[in-house]
Nanobody, 127 residues
Framework: EVHLVESGGGLVQAGGSLRLSCTAS????????IGWFRQAPGKEREGVSN????????WYTDRVKGRFTISSDNAKNTVYLEMNSLKPEDTAVYYC????????????????????WGRGTLVTVSS
């Protein structure tokens, strides 16, 4: 059975840091792009970052470039998102996702085509 299990969300003050983890099972990890979307209240789901596991290529939305870092530990089937210099506007539910097509993270509304989702973890950044 296919699973993505997230951990690491929580409450942090502006300027602080959090690390999200996403552990995959039930599918061939190396074949996929894996990363995070987020959805704030009243807003559409947006791609945040992903990594192509096969070659390690990362992608970030402009809103988090220079603040977030994505990495993978292929031996553990786990992807990490290190989030630094957090801002109140980063507050959202963060969903781990996996798909064969990395462009589903940045193409308009392409999140609808992503095949595998985690349940989400809440990140709250207070001002």
């Amino acid at each position: 059975e296919v699973h993505l299990v997230e951990s690491g969300g929580g409450l942090v003050q502006a300027g602080g840091s959090l690390r999200l983890s996403c552990t995959a099972s039930g599918f061939r990890f190396d074949d996929y792009a894996i990363g995070w979307f987020r959805q704030a209240p009243g807003k559409e789901r947006e791609g945040v970052s992903n990594i192509i596991i096969g070659d390690g290529t990362p992608w970030y939305t402009d809103r988090v470039k220079g603040r977030f870092t994505i990495s993978s530990d292929n031996a553990k089937n786990t992807v990490y998102l290190e989030m630094n210099s957090l801002k109140p506007e980063d507050t959202a539910v963060y969903y781990c996702a996996a798909d064969l097509d990395a462009s589903n993270w940045w193409l308009y509304q392409a999140f609808k085509y992503v095949k595998i989702w985690g349940r989400g973890t809440l990140v709250t950044v207070s001002s």
